[in-house]
């Protein structure tokens, strides 16, 4: 049960590092597109 709560939070973690990526990514083209 315990090493199901930690593999869950690390998929959670991965999920939102990636999605931060991806959003660093888009403001980062929409700034080379401003600059």
């Known amino acids: 049960m315990f090493s199901l709560f930690l593999l869950l939070t690390h998929e959670q973690q991965i999920i939102h590092t990636?999605?931060?990526?991806?959003?660093?990514?888009?403001?980062?083209?929409?700034n080379a597109l401003f600059s």
Request: proline fraction near 0%; hydrophobic fraction near 25%.
């Open 18 to 30: 990636g999605k931060r990526k991806e959003i660093e990514r888009f403001f980062n083209e929409k």
